[in-house]
């Protein structure tokens, strides 16, 4: 503190202007600094957040400014199969996804851990599909998945002759459900490789040194060391990955637009065909609010679920 | 695991070098390894060969290999070029890119230099604050942020999304930056204030020209998280002229019934080139700031 009063009183004798005395005032210069940032999220993320919370208890459409209805939305929601439809495909498509990119992400991961030529080049390659937008490599999935001229159907049929029919991945619900996962795990692995290889980095070969001396075996050095010390590592990245699959959009949207009978609808993607194709902004704020508690509920599980674990594992290894 | 792991186990147990073989180690890493490569990749591949496939071929595999391109042709691209809006479409999300990350890194530049280096009571909270921003996702967001853009006489309009784009940027680059900020010695401020040096100078003359590593890295997360964002694009512009690359690949050259898969691949592929472009001149930027802000 004094070192910075004494600069100031320096300065103001060789400077005397009040601009640069201003910009030396401490609070001020917080202030300035803040200002952008905090304005930009405040009159863009805070406002439209609380905005949109007050929109879901009104009946508001486009073009026509709504009166507060209570709860009605949510009471329509609730007996809107539609939305149960969305709810149920949304855990699915988070859960399924989720699992799927952490067990192939963590493999990888793994994999790339280990020494061999042109490593920087693979890693670097391996995150391509995490880089490139997701519409277009969702419209190369479209593609792959095409009734009739699937790239898939004709290794299955024409290659290996282990079908007789094309597969119909986007024709009927379970399929297409299952197809949009697997694009979602597709993009997902990069990231997941991505950090959970720098945690790997993180971990000191001396404890597996110990371990080995110890005489552990591969498996146990993995159960005891690896995935203990990829604890904290694993809870953010994972915290992440829920939260924002579970409001995926894009993806569902570019290859299925929620069909076939709306059986791929997400929360997002109904609440946008709700709320701005439909025009009902009362009802989509409703659904995109909807997806609040479970997002709550995700962040807790697998943030506080992960980090307890690490803790106590922490403590053992201390 | 690692190379000492390797010579640690080598001598502490002689027989796991016989685990190490060149065959285990083949069908152990590199097999899988190059399973993971394959089917990372193949969708660009796929995506780049139908690019240049004629239509003949695209619809017949049982002539063509489908896997290869027999006589290569450019009447795709030349479609999207000529016969759509496509170079306008491409102009407007670089344009957009460009906006975005300019406006987000000033704005988090200062947030981030506000909240590690002019150190306040509450500076923690405010950066906690800025963090959690980024949790919250586009999609609860879009249809309040629609209203508000139409109440600004925003809509349909690309500086919107120059606006709102930096909901998502803002946090991220902060969250980026306090790190790099972190890393650069706190002395060396001490001794510009000492010398009589303004913290405009200073943070002009050393802070900022240190942490250039981590505004690069910040740039190019931007740049690439603005060229895919989707959803607030698809909910603000109508017109077809104002849209950005994923949107009217998707709105525009998706028509009727039979769908122009050529030059819908053209599309992705060259709306994807400018990010891999970007992507592989920073590459290592990329690797090391993303393992970075994990470790953080």
Known sequence: ?????????VLAQRQPSWLVRLFDYKPFLIVICLAPAIGLLAVFLTYPLGLGIWLAFTDTTIGQKGIFVGLDNFQYLLSDP???????????YTGIATFGKFALGFWLALLLNN???????LRAIILLPWIVPTVLSALAFWWIYDPQFSIISYL???????????????????PARFSLIAANIWRGIPFVAISLLAGLQTISPSLYEAAMLDGASAWQRFRYITFPMMM???????????????????????????????????LATLAFQRGIAGGELGEGAAIAVSMIPFLVFATLFSYFGLARRKWQQGEAND | MTDAVAQASAKAAPETMAWDSGLRRLMMIYLPLGCFVLILLFPFYWMAITSF???????????????WISSP???????LLFDTAYPRWLWTTMMVAIGATTLSLIASTLAAYAIERLRFRGSPYVGLGIYLAYLVPPSILFIPLATVVVQFGLFDSPLALILVYPTFLVPFCTWLLIGYFKSIPYELEECALVDGATRLQILRRITLPLAVPGLISAGIFSFTLSWNEFIYALAFIQSGANKTVPVAILTELVTGDVYQWGALMAGSLLGSLPVAIFYSL??????????????E
Request: aromatic fraction near 16%; charged fraction near 10%.
């Open chain 1, 1 to 9: 503190m004094s070192v910075t009063t004494l600069s100031s009183r």
């Open chain 1, 82 to 92: 539609l939305w149960w439809n969305a709810v149920f495909y949304s855990v699915v």
């Open chain 1, 115 to 121: 020494h061999f030529p042109f490593k920087s080049l």
């Open chain 1, 156 to 174: 299955l049929v024409d290659v290996l002759h282990w079908r007789t029919t094309n597969v119909d991945f986007l024709g009927s619900p379970w």
């Open chain 1, 232 to 266: 904290p590592i694993l809870a953010i990245v994972m915290t992440f990955s829920i939260i924002f699959t579970f409001t995926d959009f894009q993806l569902v949207y570019a290859i299925t637009r929620g069909g076939p009978g709306n059986s791929t609808h997400l």
């Open chain 2, 53 to 67: 496939k004629p239509n003949a071929e695209l619809m017949n595999y049982r002539e063509h290999n489908p896997f």
């Open chain 2, 73 to 79: 042709t450019l009447a795709h691209v030349k479609h």
């Open chain 2, 282 to 295: 920073f590459v290592d930027y990329y690797v090391s700031s993303l393992t970075g802000a994990v470790k």
